[in-house]
């Protein structure tokens, strides 16, 4: 979480932070198949544009907490588009 830490404090964009939401996230729509929220950020950040790296852990920790929950019973696949166009995996 230094990553998030070093951008929210000093706007010092140095790495992706990946929490597990973002982990299990980004698995779920096949982006890549990793064990753990460190290889999810390795593996982000060899195809992801820089810029975007601030931004992709405030939409998708957002996306996780409220829409897409670690729990399958309780996910929103309805209420997401992302969903119904059949992204999830």
Avoid: F, Y
Avoid at 23 to 39: D, F, V
Avoid at 56 to 75: D, E, H, K, S, Y
């Amino acid at each position: 979480m230094a990553h998030l830490c070093l951008s929210a404090a000093w706007g010092r964009t140095e790495g992706i932070g990946v929490d597990v939401h973002v982990h299990r996230i980004t698995n779920m729509w096949g982006w890549h198949k990793t064990a753990s929220p460190e290889a999810s950020r390795l593996a982000l950040e060899t195809w992801l544009p820089r810029d975007r790296w601030h931004e992709i852990n405030t939409l998708l920790v957002g996306l996780g907490q409220t829409v897409c929950l670690p729990q399958a019973g309780r996910r929103r696949c309805g209420e997401c588009d992302l969903g119904l166009r059949g992204l999830c995996r």
